[in-house]
């Protein structure tokens, strides 16, 4: 199997996974929309929520499983099995005594964390008190989903993607039975999804033990500071944290800034944050997931034309998925946020809302994209100062167009600067990898991404005529606004790939490659 098959099969297993979770996790913001709408209970979750999940993303699936993958696929491929199973126990104990240390400190500092997150809530007793309850009942998520993210790392180097892509559908499950079962009984009912929350991060960890130990990888508590291979993990990670999670870290500046705006805004940049990862996760992040062992794979051997070739590739897939997506998300904001959230709680205003905040954000999705793809060959041959210095930049960036579009555009200028910063991390990271590198196929990434942004264009012009007729200002889910919702994406899906086909597009043979083996696997 060549490479670029390698790569389109892995990140479809990952896709096809994080699809699942993705709708379940659309059923668990229904529920909460519902619930609970976009006012206080709301910001002061979804400001609480986003300290571990940063810490998640940040500690965890982000620097961890970036910095563990290149060394201990050098030590599958170049040493014992006791030495990995060695790597592995040390890791897995340096780990939880540092995540217990994290979970007790984070306990302990909550109400100082939330002024450093959202000083503005502060100026509000009630929703400070909330927001610092919440945090100090969801931290311990951080230690379960650290190791989480561990298991992660040493699965995926093993070319294993399914199970850590699918752990997150119990997350949603658990917030989803809680939400459903307890808030109406519990005299704060928004405490109900903190509770799904930590008992997610629980169930997630257990979900992965047994995928580990079909691996007859034997891990045992062994710490071990002095480890050299835990030692080089540690150097990749420390910068790494703010260099492959520059995302979550703007996310983090718009949501300080945004706690100074009207009350639901952080509400509504959530919404629209979580509808614009859905194609990162199912694309993006699941390409960037099968890439980076490959590409750790080949830089250990010194094939650095095919790491090149891995990633180039991986940017056209990439720019082929996630612009059709893009354009779909501007011309279709409205009608998909009225169908999703616009009920109960959250009516008109809010989906008006959210869907200007979508807008901002879906004009960067390509750019999101970009730098996940990217930051991750940087890692692979083992340079984690570049990318940091390229983030810190993009953070001064994020501030200060923040700073400067929020006050004539409100949540929704956070969302635009948001997608600023990470166009001009994206670019910046291109420059200083052809240095590093030399020619990386940018002329032929450059063309492929005109062909996609041409068939998308002619896609989005499709969809929106469809959806031009519906009443995307009236709640609930009618037969007319899901055969109209349905038939735009389904039809300008079909014109997308035709157009596609039409150009030439290798990416397009590619994808019904995969399709075309599915099929013949499932009869």
């Known amino acids: 199997m060549t490479e670029h098959k390698k790569i389109a099969k892995a990140a479809s297993i990952v896709g096809g996974a994080t699809l699942l979770s993705r709708i379940f996790g659309f059923v668990r913001d229904m529920i909460v929309a519902q619930l609970f709408g976009a006012g206080m209970a709301t910001d002061a979750f979804f400001v609480a929520f986003r300290i571990p999940n940063l810490l998640r993303r940040l500690v965890g699936e982000g620097s961890l499983t970036a910095s563990f993958i290149p060394v201990y696929s050098e030590y599958i491929s170049q040493k014992s099995k006791e030495e990995g199973d060695e790597l592995v126990s040390v890791s897995f104990s340096v780990l939880t005594i540092f995540l217990i240390l994290l979970t007790g400190l984070g306990i302990l500092f909550s109400p100082w964390i939330i002024k450093l997150m959202a000083y503005g809530f502060s100026l509000e007793p009630e929703k400070f008190k909330l927001t610092v309850l919440?945090?100090?009942?969801?931290?311990?998520?951080?230690?379960?989903?650290?190791?989480?993210?561990?298991?992660?790392?040493?699965?995926?180097?093993?070319?294993?993607?399914a199970a850590p892509a699918l752990a997150p559908v119990l997350l949603n499950l658990a917030i989803i039975a809680f939400a459903l079962l307890f808030s109406g009984i519990l005299k704060e009912p928004i405490?109900?999804?903190?509770?799904?929350?930590?008992?997610?991060?629980?169930?997630?960890?257990?979900?992965?033990?047994?995928?580990?130990?079909?691996?007859?990888?034997?891990?045992?508590?062994?710490?071990?500071?002095?480890?050299?291979?835990?030692?080089?993990?540690?150097?990749?990670?420390?910068?790494?944290?703010?260099?492959?999670g520059v995302t979550q870290l703007n996310v983090l500046v718009s949501t300080f800034l945004a706690s100074y705006l009207p009350e639901g805004s952080i509400s509504y940049l959530y919404y629209a944050d979580r509808l614009l990862e859905f194609p990162m996760g199912i694309f993006a992040i699941a390409i960037a997931t099968a890439i980076l062992p490959m590409m750790a794979e080949q830089t250990s051997k010194n094939d650095v034309q095919g790491m090149k070739e891995t990633l180039s590739f991986a940017m056209r897939l990439v720019f082929f998925v996630t612009l059709p997506a893009m354009v779909g998300l501007i011309v279709l904001r409205l009608p998909i946020i009225n169908l999703l959230f616009q009920r109960g709680a959250f009516d008109a205003h809010s989906s008006a809302m959210t869907a200007q905040a979508l807008l901002f954000y879906a004009l960067g999705l390509a750019a999101f994209a970009g730098v996940r793809i990217i930051v991750p060959a940087f890692y692979s041959l083992q340079d984690t100062k570049t990318p940091v210095k390229v983030a810190f930049l993009a953070l001064l960036a994020n501030a200060g167009f923040g700073a400067v579009l929020m006050i004539p555009l409100k949540h929704a200028g956070l969302a635009l600067a948001t997608s600023l910063a990470a166009g001009l991390n994206f670019v910046l990271l291109v420059i200083f990898l052809k240095r590093k590198l030399g020619r990386i196929g940018a002329q032929k990434i450059f063309q492929s991404f005109l062909r996609s942004l041409g068939a998308s264009v002619v896609m989005g012009a499709v969809a929106y005529l469809i959806c031009a007729g519906g009443s995307w200002h009236t709640s609930g889910a009618t037969l007319e606004k899901i055969v109209l919702l349905l038939g735009a994406v389904l039809i300008g899906m079909v014109s997308y790939g035709g157009v596609s086909f039409f150009l030439g597009a290798e990416e397009m043979h590619s994808v019904m490659e995969i399709i075309r083996k599915k099929i013949k696997s499932n009869p």
């Open 134 to 161: 919440l945090t100090r009942l969801m931290f311990p998520y951080i230690f379960f989903i650290g190791l989480v993210a561990l298991a992660m790392g040493v699965l995926n180097s093993w070319k294993h993607f």
């Open 191 to 244: 405490l109900s999804l903190a509770f799904g929350v930590l008992l997610g991060g629980i169930v997630q960890l257990l979900f992965q033990i047994p995928f580990i130990r079909r691996k007859k990888i034997s891990v045992r508590f062994l710490f071990r500071l002095s480890h050299p291979g835990v030692r080089r993990i540690g150097l990749l990670m420390a910068p790494s944290v703010l260099g492959l």
